[in-house]
């Protein structure tokens, strides 16, 4: 009897284990090299639990700095690059690791500072002419150093003011990090950084800190989306990958990441190719 309930009871667990082994085959997932503002400011927090109750697809996300987002894609260790650096992305498509690029959305970088404001930027919108103010001072200021989009654009606003900079600078810290390590820098430093919005307003260590210069146009933050090319890499998974890109600039993506805010602030704003 004591034979015939163990062999019931391992034959149940077999069966269990068996299905337990099967669900866990079919569940869809996708690998998404994204960088660090979608995933510190709470974006996919937000929506990808939306995304995954519409298609069942699970979204597994590698945050990173966009040129090495990038540079997983040119591995082919994502389906799906999501980042915001569009020269650097145009050029992921002229080499062939994608064959289209979707705008998804947009918000703005701001330049940070402490509330003394030694440089004197205050107030201003040249996010050129602020900078030649931070480098005539010398006031300390943080860059992430890490070859995000971030960083990549922090580094065209210092050509565009005719400074070169380097971390043999005194005064110009790199920190090689993430958007929030390099505001937590700056914080402690009482320094001058460049921000995403988004991470911005989802920062809590603030310290000192406020926002001294926006409203540049140049300072538009363009985000971008783009499937990894299966043909070069045929493990990509093309059809859920795909699904996620045509959610997120599906009119139904498109008003999820509208309506995220932070204290009542919009973070990222819609603006998918029709």
């Known amino acids: 009897m004591k034979k015939l309930i163990s062999n019931l009871f391992i034959g149940a667990l077999v069966v269990i284990l068996m299905n ?7 569940e869809k997932s996708i690998v998404v090299s994204s960088t660090t503002s979608t995933e510190q400011s709470g ?16 979204v597994k996300v590698v945050a990173v700095g966009t040129g090495q987002a990038l540079d997983i894609g040119r591995r082919g260790d994502a389906d799906v690059v999501f980042v915001h650096d569009k ?10 690791f994608a064959t289209k690029r979707n705008e998804v959305m947009y918000n703005d970088f701001v330049l940070i500072g402490p509330k003394s404001d030694p440089a004197k930027i205050g107030g201003g ?38 400074i070169t900079v380097s ?3 005194t005064w110009y810290k790199e920190t090689g990090s993430g958007m ?3 505001l937590n820098t700056a914080s402690a430093m009482n320094g001058y950084i460049l921000a995403d919005r988004a991470t911005w307003l989802s920062f809590k260590n603030r310290g000192d800190l406020a926002i ?7 300072l ?3 985000y971008g989306v783009m499937l990894v090319n299966p043909a070069k890499f045929p493990h990509v998974k093309k059809a859920e990958g795909q699904a996620f890109i045509d959610w997120l600039v599906s009119k139904n993506g498109q008003d999820v990441i509208a309506s995220y805010q932070i204290g009542g602030e919009q973070l990222f704003f819609p603006n998918a190719k029709k």
């Open 167 to 169: 971390p043999s600078q």
């Open 20 to 26: 337990s082994s099967q669900a866990f085959a079919q």
């Open 43 to 58: 974006l996919f927090e937000f929506m990808l639990p939306i995304f995954k109750m519409k298609t069942g697809i699970n």
């Open 220 to 222: 538009f933050n363009q």
């Open 87 to 96: 020269p650097a992305e145009e050029k992921f498509v002229e080499e062939g």
């Open 125 to 162: 919108k040249d996010i050129q002419a602020a900078l030649q103010k931070i480098s005539v001072a010398q006031t300390p200021f943080v860059s992430r150093g890490d070859k995000s989009g971030t960083h990549a654009a922090e580094l065209r606003y210092w050509k565009g003011a005719g």
């Open 180 to 182: 929030g390590p390099a």
């Open 212 to 218: 001294l210069v926006q409203g540049d146009p140049k």
